[in-house]
């Protein structure tokens, strides 16, 4: 039940101190959790020669040996649990890029902890019970799914539960439902803001919310959306690992996304030291999840990158917020000797007005050097002559790509629809070094 009506738990709010002492509790609890009953962290830490009683206050977590993404597959399925099985009550899984997908399981607490989250998040950007939910994303493994569905359902939203695929269909059910918060990848977004264009009905639309996540997303992404649907767009983060979507989540201010620490301990290391990085500075995310019972991974090592903001939101909220997602450090392409991230080409592309929605990295090899090719879908008019000439429009693209990610980059202009469609997470880089 809210705890007022700008908040929904006092936790959002509660003293400094009485969060870090509650942190400082939790984290006590689930370290122990782990060594008991994991036999897992019972022997890493072993052999780390550090045992529950040492870690007395935060900055003793560094004691604390790394979980990574290939210690969850090589526990596959359940090896990391620390309930037996007939304590959970559902599994998720999550697949990444390669091998076996990663397990997680609840127990029903951790759901009910779950839940809590995600209506946290939704009352932050201001839904409410009068509001319709419409949730287009997948509701098998995938976390997105079941997560945000039952945290809209706590919070007393109408819940259109129409899962990925047939946009006509999914703009049709936002018309005859009268949804007023959607929730999807921000790709899918995209595409669904294309097809709504072509049926001609953006206008009819009573979107006032998009909760868009799950993938990284640009500032210039959030102004086209938001201006296309005429809502306010919300970045959402979250991992299969930490429960699911629900971790961090922008507040009204969208200034970055606040993260609950009365849920999580988190911490920025430089991914190759594996050093906790000075204020402000940019670094892998780590958390250990304070309260989950199933699962409790300590210090797991997120991959994705971010910088940790301390300083007061104007929201009111005591919460850090982080930085909206750079990449992961395994979505990172190393071009000819120059780092690149995605979300990097996506940003100059949205803020380029003949640039469409939707693009896509090809990297090759010429001899020994790599080749960075970026497919650029255009506006209509691009093609029909209406606006600048092609040439002209290559140079300037290739020209504010060069000015961002320091590289000469190959730019292709293709048309409208050319370039493949995502209904979850969008997969925009191919690489074809290694095919060649
Ligand atoms: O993507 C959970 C989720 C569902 C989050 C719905 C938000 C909305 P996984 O499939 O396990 O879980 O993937 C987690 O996706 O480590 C990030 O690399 C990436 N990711 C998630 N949210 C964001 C975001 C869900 N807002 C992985 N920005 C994470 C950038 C994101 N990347």
């Known amino acids: 039940m809210p705890y007022s009506d700008k908040y929904w738990c006092k936790e959002e709010v509660m003293p400094k101190k009485e ?17 008991e009953k994991v036999p897992f962290y019972h022997k890493k830490m072993k052999e780390a020669k550090v045992y529950p009683d040492d870690i007395k206050k935060k900055e003793d977590i560094v004691k604390i040996p790394f979980t990574t993404k290939e210690d969850l597959r090589d526990n596959y399925p359940f090896g990391l649990f620390a309930v037996p099985k007939e304590k959970l009550v559902r599994i998720h899984t999550s697949s990444g890029t390669s091998g076996k997908p990663k397990v997680v399981g609840y127990t029903s607490k951790d759901l009910e902890n779950w839940i809590d989250m995600v209506a946290r998040c939704l009352y932050m950007v201001g839904m409410r019970e009068k509001d319709v939910f419409q949730n287009m994303v997948s509701y098998t493994f995938f976390t997105g799914g079941l997560g945000m569905h039952y945290g809209a359902e706590r919070i007393g939203a109408m819940v259109v539960p129409s899962g990925t695929g047939n946009t006509e269909k999914q703009i049709k059910y936002m018309l005859d439902f009268g949804t007023t918060v959607i929730h ?11 097809v709504a264009e072509k049926l001609d009905v953006l206008e009819k639309l009573e979107l006032r919310i998009g909760c868009f996540g799950a993938e990284p997303w640009s500032e210039n992404t959030r102004k086209r959306l938001e201006d296309a649907f005429n809502l306010k767009a919300y970045d959402s983060y979250g991992l299969s690992e930490m429960n699911g979507p629900g971790v961090a989540f922008e507040c009204v201010e969208q200034d970055g996304l606040h993260i609950w620490l009365d849920h999580y301990f988190v911490e920025i290391i430089d991914p190759k030291t594996g050093e906790q990085v000075g204020e402000g500075e940019k670094g892998e995310l780590v958390l250990t999840p304070l309260t989950k019972e199933a699962m409790p991974l300590l210090r797991y090592r997120t991959g994705d990158l971010t910088v940790l903001m301390t300083d007061k939101c104007a929201c009111g909220r005591i919460h850090p917020r982080i930085h909206r997602i750079f990449g992961r450090t395994d979505d990172m392409i190393v071009v000819r000797g120059i780092n690149v991230f995605p979300s990097q080409i996506e940003h100059v592309l949205m803020q380029i007005p003949e640039a469409g929605d939707h693009f896509q990295v090809v990297i090759t090899k010429n001899g020994p050097l790599d080749e960075i090719t970026v497919k650029v879908e255009v506006v209509d008019e691009v093609f029909t002559g209406e606006l600048s000439d092609l040439e002209k429009l290559k140079r300037k693209i290739q020209n504010e790509l060069k000015k961002e990610l320091n590289l000469r980059t190959n730019v292709e202009l293709v048309e409208r629809g050319s370039i493949e469609r995502f209904k979850g997470k969008a997969k925009r880089v191919i690489d074809l070094r290694n095919n060649l």
């Open 19 to 35: 969060l870090e002492e509650l942190q400082i509790k939790r984290l006590k609890w689930v370290i122990r959790h782990a060594y």
């Open 184 to 194: 999807c990848t921000p790709s899918y977004a995209l595409y669904i803001k294309e």
